[in-house]
């Protein structure tokens, strides 16, 4: 089982809100990644976490806030986000930082 | 400093035809190698992955691609692709090596659009 979930699907949000995204996995993977991707450009990097802990930001926005909570789980929290900022969010998770990245179906994003 | 270039970016082929995606890739280091697929508003799949070993790798869906170190290439091929291969598909490249922690850096993407 390869299996990386995210919710929600969609998010429609304004400037001024506050929203989470959620991914999570359950194949024993110890790391976990956010990637950003615009409309026919290929994924981004944002952030890396290798058990539980952030290992590489990509010089991302504070508006955007990751969280690991437990080797499972990772959140993206959103805040005073821009209308820029609209695109899929994708989550990975690989069994170490070294090995294959598996993809959740990602959460596409608007920002109103 | 890595990069992939895909040097197509959109591939229009007829049901049943063999089809090949181009891309070349550019490391100081050993590296490993990934094809994923990106089917219209869905995540990435992973395809297939060249770690070490054999250079002709053989994935899912009845894709191979084939690593060829002196000319820096990983080419995806199909002898006979099918509407439902009709898709986005990236290349990407790893470090092999320690200090990259994981960084997958993508292609620029083809778009393969199968006709029938």
């Known amino acids: 089982d390869t299996e990386v979930t995210q919710t929600p699907k969609h998010l429609v949000m304004g400037m001024t809100n506050k929203k989470s995204l959620k991914c999570e996995q359950h194949m024993g993977h110890r790391a976990m990644y956010w990637y950003k991707q615009k409309a026919k450009k290929p994924p981004e990097l944002m952030f890396v976490y290798s058990y539980e802990k952030l290992s590489i930001n990509e010089s991302v926005p504070s508006r955007f806030s990751p969280e690991c909570p437990n080797s499972s789980l990772l959140n993206l929290h959103l805040h005073a986000l821009q209308p820029e900022d609209s695109a899929l969010y994708l989550c990975a998770s690989s069994q170490l930082a070294l090995e294959t990245q598996y993809f959740g179906p990602g959460t596409r994003l608007l920002v109103l | 400093a890595q990069s992939v270039t895909q040097l197509d970016s959109q591939v229009p082929v007829f049901e049943e035809a063999p089809v090949e995606l181009r891309c070349n890739y550019s490391?100081?280091?050993?590296?490993?190698l990934f094809w994923y697929v990106q089917y219209p508003n869905q995540g990435l799949q992973l395809l297939l992955k060249?770690?070490?070993?054999?250079?002709l790798v053989k994935g899912i869906n009845g894709f191979e691609a084939e690593f060829n170190k002196s000319q820096t290439s990983f080419h995806l091929r199909k002898p006979s692709v099918h509407i439902s291969d009709t898709a986005e598909y990236f290349c990407?490249?790893?470090?092999?090596?320690?200090?990259?922690?994981?960084?997958?850096?993508f292609g620029q993407g083809t778009i393969l659009t199968v006709h029938p």
């Open positions: 490391s100081s280091v050993s590296v490993y």
């Open positions: 060249y770690l070490s070993g054999s250079t």
């Open positions: 990407a490249v790893k470090n092999a090596g320690g200090t990259s922690y994981g960084k997958l850096t």
